[in-house]
């Protein structure tokens, strides 16, 4: 049992790409946020934040992100930030250092109110069914 | 001669931490997650383990996007509960038992899986959570503790297979320790659940359970599982799962189900918690 099929790495990547509202954190965005994530890591220190929350813009204007990168932080736009390379457990230093738990921050990438998230997930969750996969729908 | 006894599997959710450590456990919100944990507690107590090997993963915590380890077992004698940007957890420190975490990262890399050697690391709530919920609120952990942070942040991750090999290396390196030893294997994150994009909050409680079945009922189909369904299935972050394997991986054949306990939700994610023991 400990041989498995080879994987196609093209395949396994297309693959990746096919969840509906989901951007799965893969060398390419690992490698196009790197200064995005490495610039939410800094917050993990008491230090930095102070300074963060002093200036935010003089902040990010101190690490080699892009513009888009920038403006989609101030703007706490997650979404954007995950096409833009961001990592959810390196954008939670940002969203911690506003106070928002991840509840609250997560909802935020939903288009629902924190309130009726909440809801849904104290009523089971999301299925997936239907979100499973672009090209099949199901 | 040091033995694996018992596997111990379970969601590492940071809010469970927090309500813990805010005494929230009683709050009509939490208290059906901890209750299903009581069981667990009273048996821990009698079992005495004098090692737990705690395969987590680390949450951009003590690695960032610099080191990337696939597997990192942690050798240093202790390690401290991690800022992770709150403050740290008021719990107690983490103590090694550190001629044994030395002796597995030597046998697992004689054994081909190449471990990463890691020393002074901060352990965040992926590892002191589950201590929290087996343990409660001691003055000291009451064993000592290998921390095995697996990646499943940067794709890919290791597959199912290479973890449940892995955990099968583990346990002969433990078994080529020549100290009489009590050792657990914990395998934690999951369930479904995920953080991140308009789908966040998908849970699958028909396919964690089934997961957990299968734990019992037929491991060689767990170990086969490609990333992409655990996506599809079970959310971004289910990929956690896999860190699973290696805890069942270790433990061999024959094994018997102890207990088992399912809860949706806690916070964003499916909480799911079981405890096999090796049979022979």
Same mark, same amino acid.
């Given at each position: 049992?400990?041989?498995l099929?080879?994987? %196609?790495?093209?395949e396994y990547?297309?693959?990746?790409?096919d969840i509906?509202g989901?951007?799965?954190?893969?060398? !390419?965005?690992?490698r196009?946020g790197y200064?995005?994530?490495?610039?939410?890591m800094?917050l993990m220190?008491a !230090?930095?934040r102070e300074?963060w929350k002093?200036d935010?813009?003089a902040y990010l204007?101190?690490w080699?992100?892009?513009q888009?990168q920038r403006d989609?932080?101030?703007a706490?736009?997650?979404?954007?930030?995950?096409?833009?390379g961001?990592?959810?457990?390196?954008?939670?230093?940002?969203?911690?250092?506003?106070g928002?738990s991840f509840?609250?921050a997560?909802?935020?990438?939903?288009?629902?109110?924190?309130?009726?998230?909440?809801?849904?997930?104290? %009523?089971g969750?999301r299925?997936? !069914?239907g979100?499973?996969s672009?090209?099949e729908g199901? | 001669?040091?033995?694996?006894t018992?596997g111990? $599997?379970t969601?590492h959710v940071p809010a469970?931490g927090a309500a813990i450590?805010?005494? *929230?456990?009683?709050?009509?919100y939490? *208290?059906p997650?901890f209750?299903g944990? #009581?069981?667990t *507690?009273?048996?821990i107590?009698?079992?005495?383990?004098d090692?737990?090997?705690?395969?987590?993963n680390?949450?951009a915590?003590?690695f960032?996007?610099d080191?990337?380890?696939?597997?990192?077992?942690?050798c240093?004698?202790s390690?401290k509960?991690?800022d992770?940007g709150?403050?740290?957890?008021?719990v107690?420190?983490?103590h090694? @038992?550190?001629? /044994?975490a030395?002796h597995i990262a030597?046998s697992?890399? /004689?054994?081909e899986f190449?471990?990463?050697i890691?020393?002074?690391i901060d352990?965040? @709530?992926?590892?002191?959570?589950p /201590?929290?919920?087996?343990?409660g609120q001691? #003055?000291?952990?009451?064993?000592k +503790?290998?921390?095995i942070?697996?990646? +499943? +942040?940067t794709?890919p991750?290791?597959s199912g297979n290479r973890?449940y090999?892995?955990?099968e290396a583990?346990a002969?390196a433990? #078994?080529?320790?020549?100290?009489?030893?009590?050792v657990?294997?914990? &395998?934690t &994150? &999951?369930?479904?659940?995920?953080l991140q $994009?308009?789908?966040?909050?998908?849970?699958?409680?028909e396919?964690?359970?089934k997961?957990l079945?299968?734990m019992?009922a037929?491991?060689?189909? /767990?170990r086969a599982i490609p @990333?992409?369904e655990?996506l599809?299935?079970t959310?971004s972050e289910?990929?956690?799962?896999v860190m699973?394997l290696?805890m069942?991986g270790?433990l $061999?054949?024959?094994i *018997?189900?102890?207990?088992r306990?399912?809860h949706?939700?806690a916070s964003n994610?499916?909480? $799911?918690?079981?405890?096999?023991e090796?049979?022979?």
């Open positions: 049992m400990s041989e099929a080879r994987t %196609n790495i093209h990547l297309a693959e990746l790409e509906p989901t951007r799965v954190y893969t060398t !390419k965005r690992a196009q200064w995005l994530n490495q610039f939410a800094s220190k !230090k930095n300074a002093a935010e813009a204007a101190d080699p992100m892009t888009d989609a932080v101030l706490r736009d997650y979404n954007l930030l995950l096409d833009l961001g990592n959810i457990y390196y954008l939670a230093k940002v969203f911690s250092t506003d928002l509840l609250q997560v909802s935020t990438m939903t288009g629902m109110s924190t309130e009726d998230y909440q809801d849904m997930m104290i %009523n969750g299925s997936p !069914k979100l499973r672009i090209k199901t | 001669m040091a033995r694996i018992v111990i $599997g969601s469970i450590d805010l005494g *929230k456990t009683k709050d009509p939490w *208290k997650v209750d944990y #009581e069981w *507690k009273t048996w107590e009698n079992e005495k383990p090692v737990i090997v705690l395969v987590y680390d949450h915590t003590a960032d996007m080191i990337i380890p696939t597997f990192a077992i942690a240093s004698d390690f509960p991690a992770e709150w403050g740290p957890r008021k107690p420190d983490i090694n @038992h550190a001629d /044994l030395w030597q697992c890399i /004689l054994d190449d471990m990463t890691v020393n002074n352990l965040d @709530h992926g590892l002191t959570v /201590l929290s919920l087996m343990f001691p #003055e000291e952990w009451p064993c +503790v290998i921390p942070a697996v990646n +499943v +942040v794709y991750p290791p973890c090999g892995l955990g583990i002969r433990v #078994e080529s320790f020549d100290e009489d030893l009590n657990q294997i914990w &395998g &994150g &999951g369930m479904s659940h995920q $994009g308009p789908r966040a909050g998908l849970i699958n409680p396919w964690d359970q997961f079945d299968n019992t037929n491991p060689a189909l /767990l @990333h992409i655990y599809r299935e959310g289910g990929i956690e799962m699973w290696i069942r270790a $061999g054949d024959n *018997k189900e102890l207990h306990h399912y949706v939700p994610t499916a909480v $799911g918690h079981i405890v096999l090796k049979t022979s």
